[in-house]
Structures are given as structure tokens and as C-alpha cells.
């Protein structure tokens, strides 16, 4: 099982950066697919979460301004961030759920320039 986090990148405050998560060795669609994220010092937190239906739920920081979505058929999902700022400067984390199964991927580095 692997989940793989690509996307992350340097950008200019007001910004945009779109991350993808793809998903090998699960059945992507059954899994409940969230991102998470961790700014140095901090603890990881929860930005957005998209179910196996398409249901999707966001932390109230990023509401507005991040979209997550799903590609089944490429077993893929999805994190669109707009007007970044400094204070979303993270490694952000993608994670599959399935019930008690969790499958974390590696990170990918976001840095938001002021």
C-alpha cells in the first residue's frame, strides 16, 4: 500500500498550489481520503476530508480557500489551495480510511513566502 503526496512547492503569498495524493494497493474509492498538515512546532492538524461518496468537510482555516476532490479512476485525490498565506506553511500529509485502517503517505513541503 502506498499513498503518494506530490504538489508541494514555494509560492508567493496570495498564491495557488494543487497537491495530489495517489493511492496504489487499496481500493481507492471505498477510502475516505484526508489531508493533513504540520507547520514546524506544531501538532499535525486536519484541513480536509472527502469521503468515498464525495462528501467533503474543511477546517475552518482553510474554508474558502482549499477544495478537495477525488479521481477514482485514478485512484487520486485532490487538494487545490488558493490565496495561501505564511500561516499555511506546512508539510502537508494525504490519508486513507477505511474503517480502523489508516494508511498515511509521505509528505510534501508547502512554503508560503510573505
Known amino acids: 500500500v502506498q499513498l503518494q503526496a506530490s504538489g508541494g512547492g514555494l509560492v508567493q503569498a496570495g498564491g495557488s498550489l494543487r497537491l495530489s495524493c495517489a493511492a496504489s494497493g487499496i481500493t481507492f474509492s471505498m477510502y475516505t481520503i484526508a489531508w493533513y498538515r504540520q507547520a514546524p512546532g506544531n501538532q499535525r492538524e486536519l484541513v480536509a476530508t472527502?469521503?468515498?461518496?464525495?462528501?467533503?468537510d474543511y477546517a475552518d482555516s482553510v474554508k474558502g480557500r482549499f477544495t478537495i476532490s477525488r479521481d477514482n479512476a485514478k485512484d487520486t485525490a485532490y487538494l487545490q489551495m488558493n490565496s495561501l498565506s505564511p500561516e499555511d506553511t506546512a508539510v502537508y500529509y494525504c490519508?486513507?480510511?477505511?474503517?480502523?485502517?489508516?494508511?498515511w503517505g509521505q509528505g510534501t513541503l508547502v512554503t508560503v513566502s510573505s
Open positions: 472527502i469521503s468515498s461518496s464525495g462528501s467533503v
Open positions: 490519508k486513507g480510511i477505511l474503517g480502523r485502517i489508516n494508511y
